[in-house]
């Protein structure tokens, strides 16, 4: 499947469709929402705040998710891989670093919004930046590990994407995965629980919290918590005895993530959704500066 439209082992015709179809959907959705929030950060001097730096790190990300989905989506309705070994690589490096960079940035923000609802200060510049120049160094250096020996990329098993390599299961694998797994997924989880967690405890009073403080961590375990158990079972049995459509179950979940945080962060916010109109509507917006 990787170099020839054969069907791969274990799909049929329409199910290669489906998951391209789905990838598809998946990718435009997050691209055009994720966009948009960029796009209002870029436009609106209102949303140009520390604050809304993070939420900025975020949109990016899952603008780059998108991206790397909507090359997945391409593939699978070509029933091939058009781009050879190297073009792998670098789609499981790209993919691996913005899904790291999404679940990170998640964090940083909830950290963020504990920081203004719990200090009642703004979030300093230096320290949001700081904070994003940390998630996103972080991110790329975890997912170039891969690339210099620890770890391997390879195709999904549809063969028309790539990713982290869980097939071929060693001690390079395995200390990279739980080392990685615990910094990447387990910590950002705990560190999102626990500020929302806080933040429900501090300001218990009704309408002092304006931001839903259960959706972030459940958006987490959700949508990168199949990954994380189908990387932990490859550790500990052959998962060659997973079907591979259920295999793919969980990179289809992942890629729902970006439109998932757009609508919570961005649709959600009453300040970035106000943003979102103005670009949306210039027409209407120019009118009322000039009052």
């Given at each position: 499947?990787?170099?020839?439209?054969?069907?791969?082992?274990?799909?049929?015709?329409?199910?290669?469709?489906a998951?391209?179809?789905?990838?598809?959907v998946?990718?435009?959705?997050?691209?055009?929402?994720?966009?948009?929030?960029?796009?209002?950060?870029?436009?609106?001097?209102?949303?140009?705040?520390?604050?809304?730096?993070?939420?900025?790190?975020?949109?990016?990300?899952?603008?780059?998710?998108?991206?790397?989905a909507?090359?997945?989506?391409?593939?699978?309705?070509?029933?091939?891989?058009?781009?050879?070994?190297?073009?792998?690589?670098?789609?499981?490096?790209?993919?691996?670093?913005?899904?790291?960079?999404?679940?990170c940035?998640?964090?940083?923000?909830?950290?963020?919004?504990?920081?203004?609802?719990?200090?009642?200060?703004?979030?300093?510049?230096?320290?949001?930046?700081?904070?994003?120049?940390?998630?996103?160094?972080?991110?790329?250096?975890?997912?170039?590990?891969?690339?210099?020996?620890w770890?391997?990329?390879?195709?999904?098993?549809?063969?028309?994407?790539?990713?982290?390599?869980?097939?071929?299961?060693?001690?390079?694998?395995?200390?990279?995965?739980?080392?990685?797994?615990?910094?990447?997924?387990?910590?950002?989880?705990?560190?999102?629980?626990v500020?929302?967690?806080?933040?429900?405890?501090?300001?218990?009073?009704?309408?002092?919290?304006?931001?839903?403080?259960?959706?972030?961590?459940?958006?987490?375990?959700?949508?990168?918590?199949?990954?994380?158990?189908?990387?932990?079972?490859?550790?500990?049995?052959?998962?060659?005895?997973?079907?591979?459509?259920?295999?793919?179950?969980?990179?289809?979940?992942?890629?729902?993530?970006?439109?998932?945080?757009?609508?919570h962060?961005a649709?959600?916010?009453?300040?970035?959704?106000?943003?979102?109109?103005?670009?949306?509507?210039?027409?209407?917006?120019?009118?009322?500066?000039a009052?």
């Amino acid at each position: 499947m990787a170099d020839s439209g054969a069907l791969p082992t274990g799909f049929g015709e329409l199910e290669v469709l489906a998951v391209g179809t789905v990838l598809l959907v998946e990718a435009l959705t997050g691209l055009c929402l994720n966009g948009l929030t960029i796009l209002s950060f870029c436009k609106t001097p209102e949303l140009r705040t520390p604050t809304h730096l993070l939420v900025l790190s975020l949109a990016v990300a899952d603008t780059g998710i998108s991206l790397n989905a909507l090359v997945a989506a391409t593939s699978s309705l070509l029933r091939r891989w058009p781009y050879g070994p190297d073009g792998c690589q670098a789609h499981g490096f790209q993919g691996f670093a913005t899904a790291l960079a999404s679940i990170c940035s998640s964090a940083a923000l909830a950290w963020g919004r504990y920081h203004h609802y719990c200090t009642r200060s703004q979030l300093a510049w230096n320290t949001a930046i700081s904070l994003v120049l940390c998630v996103w160094l972080s991110s790329v250096f975890w997912a170039a590990l891969p690339l210099l020996g620890w770890g391997r990329y390879d195709y999904e098993p549809l063969g028309t994407c790539c990713t982290l390599d869980y097939s071929r299961v060693d001690r390079s694998f395995t200390s990279y995965l739980f080392t990685m797994a615990f910094f990447n997924f387990f910590l950002p989880l705990l560190i999102t629980f626990v500020s929302y967690r806080l933040m429900e405890q501090k300001l218990k009073k009704p309408g002092h919290l304006q931001v839903s403080t259960t959706v972030p961590a459940r958006t987490l375990l959700l949508c990168w918590g199949p990954y994380a158990l189908l990387y932990l079972y490859a550790t500990m049995a052959d998962v060659r005895s997973v079907p591979p459509k259920l295999q793919m179950v969980p990179a289809l979940i992942a890629k729902a993530a970006p439109t998932i945080n757009a609508i919570h962060y961005a649709l959600g916010s009453d300040t970035v959704h106000g943003g979102l109109w103005q670009c949306l509507s210039p027409q209407r917006s120019q009118p009322d500066r000039a009052r």
